[in-house]
T-cell receptor, first 112, second 113 residues
């Protein structure tokens, strides 16, 4: 069945460092891909999405490109801030299932 | 805009007690979902409702029941709470069945002692 595998955390970086969180997926058909962010004590918020191959989703300085050839959707940010500390979830929908399937989450901590 | 509203935010139950978690959305979304989030387990789908009048089991439905009361409201009931149901519960909704992304509520933190 469809699945999402993302980089295990926790990930700890210094402020202004470059961030990459890896995400790969398995799906039949052509899924939509998402990154969600969860700040402490809150629900998940949609950060960005891409609906077809080679699309780039972007928001708040974060970017991810839908790579069909490598079945990947890695999250990147050029210069992280302390306020980016959160848990990040990669997810997909479509393909053989219409519901969203989430990865296990990656906890990111940014130190000043 | 309220989005997705969950009540209560916190609850402590004794083993064997029952309770209903409430969820309401004001975005005219067709689909609604209940997830539980446990440390190291990510999000697991309990039940979902693709449209008003329909409900289906997700990955971990045992011990739960749901009601899609109308298009806005989707409740989750624990008939006889167990310590294994201690978790954070999230309700979500979407206009399309997942293709457009979900809007999540802020969660209910449930402890069963």
């Amino acid at each position: 069945g469809d699945s999402v595998t993302q980089m295990e955390g926790p990930v700890t970086l210094s402020e202004e460092a470059f961030l990459t969180i890896n995400c790969t997926y398995t799906a039949t058909g052509y899924p939509s891909l998402f990154w969600y962010v969860q700040y402490p004590g809150e629900g998940l918020q949609l950060l960005l999405k891409a609906t077809k191959a080679d699309d780039k989703g972007s928001n708040k300085g974060f970017e991810a490109t839908y790579r069909k050839e490598t079945t990947s959707f890695h999250l990147e940010k050029g210069s992280v801030q302390v306020s980016d500390s959160a848990v990040y979830f990669c997810a997909l929908s479509g393909g053989s299932a219409s519901k969203i399937i989430f990865g296990s989450g990656t906890r990111l901590s940014i130190r000043p | 805009n309220a989005g997705v509203t969950q009540t209560p935010k916190f609850q402590v139950l004794k083993t064997g007690q029952s309770m209903t978690l409430q969820c309401a959305q004001d975005m005219n979304h067709n689909s609604m979902y209940w997830y539980r989030q446990d440390p190291g387990m990510g999000l697991r789908l309990i039940y979902y409702s693709a449209s008003e009048g329909t409900t289906d089991k997700g990955e971990v439905p045992n011990g739960y029941n749901v009601s899609r009361l109308n298009k806005r409201e989707f409740s989750l009931r624990l008939e006889s709470a167990a310590p294994s149901q201690t978790s954070v519960y999230f309700c979500a909704s979407s206009g399309l069945t997942g293709g457009g992304g979900y809007t999540f509520g802020s969660g209910t933190r449930l402890t069963v002692v």
